[in-house]
């Protein structure tokens, strides 16, 4: 399944918004990561160029979970999807409520593409909240994140981590929020076998 034609042909095109250009087996994917929002340039994008800037932080992390991924297809192959809350860059530093839920549908939609997922990772507070939009409940409480590490969280019968931002270079100079970050993607990587 070929991820942006599907979003495209099921709720339309739109020309600033920008979607996952992959082909992926929906019914292998186990676990869905939801990072805050696309970066400015598409190419720096997870499934952009191999030396994409989201995917260098992504590599880091899985690495320091002790996951020995290169790829974003190795990430795929472990049954891991990626994606971004938000599907259109951000013109401020930060994200207007309006674009979170322009961006909701889409969201929603691609999370409906993925039958066997068993555990959604929330990367940041964006995620958060487009999570529990989505939800139109509170799956996980707008505390910060370090609070709430340690408790489970459930959407249905579905496992939700909440963790932080896993992109820009910011979670590279915050050793702390890297380290809890991978961490979490142990979490997430045990839980999905």
Partial sequence: MHVKQVLQQ???TTQHMQFNDVDVDPL???AIMINEVVPSDPFQDFYGQADAEYLHTTISLFR???LPVET???ILQMGIYITNAVKV???AYSIEKSSIEESLPYLEQEIAMFPHVTVIMLMGDV???AFNM????PVVPSTPTYKLRNSEFYYGSIRVIPSYIMTGKNILIEKSKFAMAAEDIATMARCIG
């Fill in 10 to 12: 099921v709720l339309g």
């Fill in 28 to 30: 292998k994917i186990r």
């Fill in 64 to 66: 320091k979970a002790g």
């Fill in 72 to 74: 974003m297809q190795d």
């Fill in 89 to 91: 860059p951000k013109s």
């Fill in 127 to 129: 995620a958060k909240k």
């Fill in 134 to 137: 989505i939800a139109k409940k």
